[in-house]
Structure formats: C-alpha cells, structure tokens
C-alpha cells in the first residue's frame, strides 16, 4: 500500500521539524516546507537517510498568496493525495494593544491564519478524495493558547490564533461528515526559537517540550473518522491553567 502523504508547513525548525521527523519515521511520505531553503534541504536529507520515505521540499513564504497556491499545487503534483496538512508555520509579535501597528497586525494575520485559510481551500478537494479512499484525511492546526484565553501583549497574535481555530472548527461542521476532520492544537508557550526572548521571563525548562506537542499532532493522524476534535488546550504545570 502506498505511504500516506502529509504536508507540515514551518517543518525546519522548533515544533513543526519534530512533527516532520516522527511523521517520517511512522511511514508517511512528506512535503516540508519554510521560507529558507538550505535548513529543508538538510533537514530532507537526514529524514530520508533516516527512515527512507520521500520528502519533498518546497520554500514558501505564508505571507505570500501565490507561494501557498504554488506549495499546495507542488504537494499534489509530487503526492496527488493529503492524508494530513499540519498548518504549523506561524509568526509571533507581541507588544501593548494600545500601540500594536495596525501593519503588523495584518502581517499576522495573514502569516497566522490567511495562509492556513487558502492552503486548505487549494487541497480541499484532495482531501476530501483522500477521505474517499482511505476513510479520513486531518486538517491539524499549531495555533495557541493565547487564542483561548486573553493574555496580556497577546491581542494581534492571540486574535490571530483564535481565528485559525475558528476555521478548524468550522471545517469540521462543513467536512468531518465526509471524513475530513480538523484540530486546533494550543499549546501556551514551547520551549522554541520563537520563545527565545522571553527565556528571562519564564525559563526554557519551564515551558512545554516541543517534542510533546509533537507527538500530539502525530496522534491526531492515528485517529479514525468516528471522531472530531475540534481543539486541544496544552497547558504548562503550575497554577495558571489558562495562561501560555
Ligand atoms: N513556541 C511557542 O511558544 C508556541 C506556542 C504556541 C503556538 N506556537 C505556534 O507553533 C508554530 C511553530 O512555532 P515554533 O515555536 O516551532 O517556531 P520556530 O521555532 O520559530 O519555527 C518556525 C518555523 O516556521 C517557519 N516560518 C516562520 N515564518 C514563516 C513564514 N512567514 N512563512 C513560512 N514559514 C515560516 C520557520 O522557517 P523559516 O524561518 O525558514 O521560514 C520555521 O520552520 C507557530 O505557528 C507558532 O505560532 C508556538
């Protein structure tokens, strides 16, 4: 039987490099993808070294309209199936809402979640065949859990990550029927280059491990149609359930 095919967006680094490496080493065949081509390149050739399989990799910035019509056409061109699109690429900023600029705002939103809303609708119709034939097909979002709950310095991007979980959520009520079902996964903060600066703030070992969110995502894949998870919450030990 032939492998199944998933694309991970934002695949070189942090948390999407780790959903590519155990995605790879169950067996699926990958399109990575990220705005720098040297890290995918290298990081295809240790996959493939390691575990065999195909990786395909495709530099797209998600800021970029046409370079995530071109990332979606190049995934079916290379696979012509999506057993699971992890829209895990993302940009962070933060700062006061009273003098958040209204340009980065847009900049987020379009990284954070247009990207994720054009990508989907380019491989709908793939994932809805890819349901067809294989009986489900995931749609897994790396939002946050700044978009569950307010944080301070958090409006644009927790707004940002609130809608891409909006749009899973919606997908599900118009799709799981026919087997294609999506999850926001969101976690609070993970111990990546994008938390680097906050290291003063909260220490590193005090974050959640990347490799766990990770193997959320990996899991989500496992599941069979007969379930919707709509979004899962990932929260770090300690008294504030809510906060990243
Ligand atoms: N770290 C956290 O605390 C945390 C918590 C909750 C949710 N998240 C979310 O988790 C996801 C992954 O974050 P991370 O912490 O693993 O980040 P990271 O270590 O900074 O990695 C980001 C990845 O995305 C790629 N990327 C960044 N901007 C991009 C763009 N405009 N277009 C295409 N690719 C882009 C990067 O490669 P290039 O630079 O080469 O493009 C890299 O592969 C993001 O959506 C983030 O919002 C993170």
């Given at each position: 039987?032939?492998?199944?095919?998933?694309?991970?967006?934002?695949?070189?680094?942090?948390?999407?490099?780790?959903?590519?490496?155990?995605?790879?080493?169950?067996?699926?065949?990958l399109t990575t993808?990220?705005?720098?081509?040297?890290?995918?390149?290298?990081?295809?050739?240790?996959?493939?070294?390691?575990?065999?399989?195909?990786?395909?990799?495709?530099?797209?910035?998600?800021?970029?309209?046409?370079?995530?019509?071109?990332?979606?056409?190049?995934?079916?061109?290379?696979?012509?199936?999506?057993?699971?699109?992890?829209?895990?690429?993302?940009?962070?900023?933060?700062?006061?809402?009273?003098?958040?600029?209204?340009?980065?705002?847009?900049?987020?939103?379009?990284?954070?979640?247009?990207?994720?809303?054009?990508?989907?609708?380019?491989?709908?119709?793939?994932?809805?065949?890819?349901?067809?034939?294989?009986?489900?097909?995931?749609?897994?979002?790396?939002?946050?859990?700044?978009?569950?709950?307010?944080?301070?310095?958090?409006?644009?991007?927790?707004?940002?990550?609130?809608?891409?979980?909006?749009?899973?959520?919606?997908?599900?009520?118009?799709?799981?029927?026919g087997g294609v079902?999506?999850?926001?996964?969101?976690?609070?903060?993970?111990?990546?280059?994008?938390?680097?600066?906050?290291?003063?703030?909260?220490?590193?070992?005090?974050?959640?491990?990347?490799?766990?969110?990770?193997?959320?995502?990996?899991?989500?894949?496992?599941?069979?149609?007969?379930?919707?998870?709509?979004?899962?919450?990932?929260?770090?030990?300690?008294?504030?359930?809510?906060?990243?």
């Open positions: 039987m032939t492998a199944p095919a998933a694309l991970v967006t934002g695949a070189s680094r942090g948390i999407g490099a780790l959903i590519a490496d155990r995605l790879a080493a169950a067996g699926w065949d993808s990220a705005r720098s081509a040297g890290p995918l390149d290298e990081q295809a050739a240790r996959l493939v070294g390691s575990h065999g399989g195909r990786v395909r990799t495709v530099p797209a910035d998600m800021g970029s309209e046409d370079d995530v019509v071109a990332l979606a056409d190049a995934h079916l061109e290379t696979y012509d199936r999506i057993d699971a699109l992890v829209l895990n690429a993302g940009m962070g900023s933060i700062g006061p809402f009273a003098d958040f600029p209204a340009r980065r705002f847009d900049k987020l939103y379009a990284i954070n979640v247009r990207s994720a809303f054009v990508l989907t609708q380019r491989l709908l119709p793939a994932l809805r065949r890819t349901a067809g034939d294989r009986g489900t097909a995931k749609v897994i979002a790396v939002s946050s859990l700044t978009g569950v709950a307010g944080e301070p310095l958090n409006s644009a991007y927790g707004a940002s990550k609130a809608a891409l979980t909006s749009l899973c959520e919606t997908l599900n009520t118009e799709e799981s029927s079902t999506a999850t926001a996964v969101c976690p609070g903060y993970v111990a990546t280059d994008m938390t680097a600066g906050l290291a003063d703030q909260v220490s590193p070992e005090a974050m959640i491990d990347a490799a766990d969110v990770a193997e959320l995502v990996v899991a989500l894949t496992r599941l069979s149609r007969s379930v919707v998870v709509p979004h899962v919450p990932m929260t770090r030990p300690g008294p504030h359930l809510w906060r990243a």
